[in-house]
């Protein structure tokens, strides 16, 4: 059957939806069709892909309103009785057609705490960890960098405060640091203040269209949400905070 295709052309300066027709078959995704537009009617039509498997994250874009890798979109699950939109992810400046420059997520990378492991164990120096402790930040590890959850944050795609909050992706990546049994980084107060996640109100919307499925919000957020609360807010942990600074000066 034919399927019609609003597809956004253009590049940082504007653009707008342009209208294709192509023919769509059993198991086709959407990056599919694109590639068939691609060949067959827009040469020039410029989108990002790599795997066609759903586990490197470059195929990113908006279908029909909503942050999807276009790979793992099917068409069968699509309403083909009208057309189908793709646009390029909102969060992000365009580059050209369905491709944004991403380039704002390594930056934010770059200034999050690294990993500091405690010293060994001196009696053999090897370090021991309790299971649950490693299968807690397991799951983080899945993250494949597709910035779907950044798209969707309303904090960074409709005020656009990139200056001011990092983001679900990266509110993951300082969990598995903070939740790592090997840790001992304190990166609270950035969290609280450089990194914003006063910012996020918890809607979920990051998790809802995770394609790893991991619990961002309810495992990742809130956590570190706790920590901050237990470290800047709570009667004793400021006085625990004040003490160390008395003792260290």
């Known amino acids: 059957m034919n399927a019609t295709f609003k597809i956004w052309r ?4 504007g653009g707008a939806l342009r209208e294709y027709a192509t023919e769509v078959s059993e198991g086709m995704v ?16 410029a989108c990002r892909w790599n795997c066609k498997a759903g586990k490197c994250g470059s195929c990113s874009a908006e279908v029909n309103g909503m942050p999807k890798l276009m790979c793992m979109m099917r068409m069968s699950d699509l309403p083909l009785d009208k057309p189908v939109t793709i646009e390029p992810m909102k969060a992000f400046p365009i580059t050209k057609d369905l491709i944004t420059d991403v380039s704002w997520n390594f930056r934010v990378k770059k200034k999050i705490k690294r990993f500091k492991p405690r010293p060994p164990d001196a009696s053999d120096g090897t370090w021991r960890m309790a299971q649950e402790d490693i299968d807690r930040v397991q799951e983080f590890r899945k993250c494949i ?3 779907l959850c950044q798209d969707v944050c309303h904090v960074l795609r409709d005020h656009q405060m990139h200056d001011k909050f990092i983001g679900p992706r990266f509110l993951i990546h300082v969990a598995a640091l903070e939740m790592h049994p090997l840790d001992t980084e304190d990166r609270i ?4 203040n450089a990194q914003g996640i006063g910012y996020c109100n918890i809607t979920k919307c990051c998790t809802k269209v995770c394609p790893e499925e991991i619990q961002i919000t309810d ?3 809130i956590p570190l949400k706790e920590r901050v609360v237990d470290d800047f807010y709570d009667p004793l942990g400021w006085f625990w905070r004040w003490m160390k600074k008395r003792l260290n000066s």
Not at 10 to 13: N, Q
């Open 189 to 192: 107060e950035e969290l609280r």
């Open 145 to 147: 960098e597709c910035f």
């Open 10 to 13: 253009g590049d940082a300066k």
């Open 30 to 45: 959407v990056l599919d069709a694109v590639h068939d537009i691609q060949r067959m009617q827009a040469n020039d039509l």
């Open 219 to 221: 495992n990742a957020i």
